[in-house]
């Protein structure tokens, strides 16, 4: 069901804050939860600022990161990151990989110690585009 509704400017990045809260309880439930949205709070920063629209293919995600890791990409191309880019787009997909396993692989243990490891890197990514952000100013 697609919410036909348009949202002016929804705040993509307080699914980090989401993700620290859900961190906190020690359970399977709220650590993979807690994945899924500090990967989402990247993913749609960097999807927003790419201006890309190709998001209800199947592989989109996919798609996405790899014209982000490609030099010869438009995508790529648009991110002035002070040489950082690759860093920012691999730390992208590393969260994406884990964010796969935490959505669809009930088989594996996720301790708070991965769900804390995968915050860390997306604010470690936040702290990245702020940088840059304030040395174009």
């Not at 020690?26 to 949205?37: D, M």
């Amino acid at each position: 069901i697609y919410i036909n509704t348009i949202c002016m400017g929804f705040a993509w990045r307080s699914y980090l804050t989401l993700a620290t809260i859900l961190s906190k309880e020690n359970s399977q439930e709220n650590h993979r939860c807690a994945i899924s949205r500090a990967y989402y709070a990247v993913y749609n920063i960097l999807r927003i600022r790419a201006n890309y629209q190709n998001t209800q293919a199947i592989s989109s995600h996919r798609t996405f990161i790899d014209s982000l890791k490609n030099p010869s990409d438009d995508l790529f191309n648009r991110f002035p990151f002070e040489g950082k880019s690759d860093l920012i787009f691999h730390s992208l997909e590393y969260l994406r990989l884990a964010r796969n396993e935490a959505d669809y692989d009930g088989t594996i243990l996720i301790r708070k110690n991965d769900c804390d490891s995968i915050i860390s890197k997306a604010e470690s990514i936040f702290e990245m585009l702020d940088d840059a952000d304030n040395t174009a100013l």
